[in-house]
């Protein structure tokens, strides 16, 4: 049972960059899935999540109108697709499984979680 994130990368300010996190071992569709990012020497934030119903997503203020989440149940993957990228976007971001959107910046109260991939924005 594993979720990766990845697509990080670098990227100039005003870019576009598309986010994975892929599931194995499990249906990613019978679970919410919330991305968080963390910034060098700042607290982790809590930007999206994605429910299992119908329900539309969602997102902190800091990413609204510009970072789209999104399932495709074919691939046991949730995409976060991020316009209008800005310096202060560059963070760590991971992505963690539940049954639920909580909003918990707490990991540990997660059901799977992974490694982060790296955004870098710079120009």
């Known amino acids: 049972v594993q979720l990766q994130a990845s697509g990080g990368g670098s990227v100039q300010p005003g870019g576009s960059l598309r986010l994975s996190c892929a599931a194995s071992g499990f249906t990613l569709e019978s679970y919410t899935i919330t991305w968080f990012r963390q910034a060098p020497g700042k607290e982790r934030e809590w930007i999206s999540c994605?429910?299992?119903?119908?329900?539309?997503?969602y997102y902190a203020d800091s990413v609204k109108g510009r970072f789209t989440l999104s399932r495709d149940n074919a691939k046991n993957t949730v995409f976060l697709q991020m316009n209008s990228l800005k310096n202060e976007d560059t963070a760590v971001y991971l992505c963690?499984?539940?049954?639920?959107?909580?909003?918990?910046?707490?990991?540990?109260?997660?059901?799977?979680w992974g490694q982060g991939t790296l955004v870098t924005v710079s120009s």
């Open positions: 994605i429910p299992t119903d119908d329900e539309r997503p």
């Open positions: 963690a499984s539940d049954r639920r959107c909580t909003g918990s910046l707490t990991l540990e109260l997660y059901i799977q």
